[in-house]
């Protein structure tokens, strides 16, 4: 399962504010922001899975933690431009 801090950069990855993560991912911002600055993830699964595949939609991959590495984010590709 990702991470409250994998989710924070991997929005600022892709530039984009709690209110555009909410709109993509269909949920309420105070959702993303409780999410966001909660110390341990928690919240519903579906909410969690919303998030992060509005997240890996708009082009980040999560990174699992993995010998004695952290776990991470990073682009999959360049995103286009929004205008």
């Known amino acids: 399962m990702i991470m409250a801090n994998q989710i924070k950069a ?6 984009l504010s709690q209110v555009e993560l909410a ?4 949920l309420g911002i105070a959702t993303v922001k409780r999410i ?3 110390s341990a993830l928690s919240g ?8 992060q ?7 980040v991959e999560f990174i699992q933690a993995d010998g004695g590495r952290g776990p ?3 682009l999959r590709h360049i995103p286009k431009m929004r205008r």
């Open 36 to 38: 966001e600055t909660a």
């Open 23 to 26: 709109e993509m991912a269909g």
């Open 53 to 59: 595949r509005a997240l890996e939609k708009g082009g």
């Open 72 to 74: 991470g984010v990073r």
């Open 10 to 15: 991997a929005r600022a990855l892709l530039g």
């Open 44 to 51: 519903a699964a579906t909410t969690i899975w919303k998030i």
